[in-house]
């Protein structure tokens, strides 16, 4: 299916989701591809549930760029996983995100935002450096999924994001109970972390573990309304007040 040019970007979701809401990941990611060739990226967090959207993509193309935040707060397990992933995966496009220096300096210099506003350190360490990267393509893969709860319960497999890229979803439609069948068929080695009580893991300060039965992302912001790190959040739904007055 050929896009005219002069289509919106909102009707190039529309007609995209409309095609792919039904199909299987790999199929979903074969599309994404075959359409925007280099100007895709995988955007993970290589956490817990992060080993099949990447195992998929490498079927399609080990070179896809892969865009990792490594925000100067995550575990050590996830910065081991994921240099031991991709070797595994034979994915060659992964790329280090960082936040600036200028930006740490001048609103995090002491390393402790994330005791005074969870919402303006994430925005510094995640939001700010991947809408940097985004800029280099026309559209970008996510690893959500519906099960996950919250507003990703709506989620939809394509979507516009919010600047201006396609979103695909290849996940979302699935449970579970598939992530961990194609976990187990395909000897995807987990998260180091799963085992010890973290179905969802983030940054090192803003993560607990949880008891098991409990919703996998209660752990993450535990205690606190946040429920999303921002990138995934359309920036004009975000205030002053809940990052922290720095958008």
Not at 47 to 58: F, K, P, T
Not at 65 to 90: N, S
Not at 91 to 120: I, M
Request: charged share 25%; hydrophobic share 40%.
């Amino acid at each position: 299916m050929a896009f005219d040019r002069v289509e919106s970007e909102q009707s190039v979701a529309d007609r995209l989701n409309e095609e792919l809401r039904d199909a299987a990941p790999l199929e979903i990611l074969r599309r994404a591809h075959e359409i925007y060739g280099d100007r895709l990226a995988l955007v993970s967090s290589f956490g817990a549930e992060s080993a099949v959207l990447l195992h998929l993509a490498a079927q399609v193309d080990p070179g896809i760029a892969v865009l990792f935040l490594d925000t100067g707060m995550l575990f050590g397990q996830t910065l081991d996983y994921r240099k031991t992933l991709a070797a595994k995966l034979g994915l060659t496009g992964v790329r280090d995100l960082r936040p600036t220096f200028a930006d740490l300096a001048t609103q995090d210099p002491k390393s402790d935002l994330w005791r005074t506003s969870v919402d303006a350190c994430c925005n510094i360490r995640k939001v700010i450096p991947l809408d940097n990267a985004l800029k280099d393509y026309d559209a970008w893969i996510t690893g959500r999924k519906r099960f996950q709860g919250g507003d990703r319960l709506r989620l939809r497999v394509v979507e516009e994001g919010d600047n201006g890229q396609i979103k695909f979803n290849p996940l979302a439609n699935w449970s579970r109970e598939q992530i961990e069948a194609y976990t187990a068929q395909n000897d995807i080695p987990p998260h180091p972390l799963v085992a010890q009580g973290f179905p969802s893991i983030g940054c090192w300060p803003c993560t607990k573990p949880v008891e098991k039965g409990a919703d996998p992302r209660s752990g993450r912001w535990a205690g606190q309304e946040k429920t999303e790190c921002g990138i995934h959040v359309a920036r004009s739904s975000i205030t002053p007040s809940n990052v922290g007055g720095d958008i």
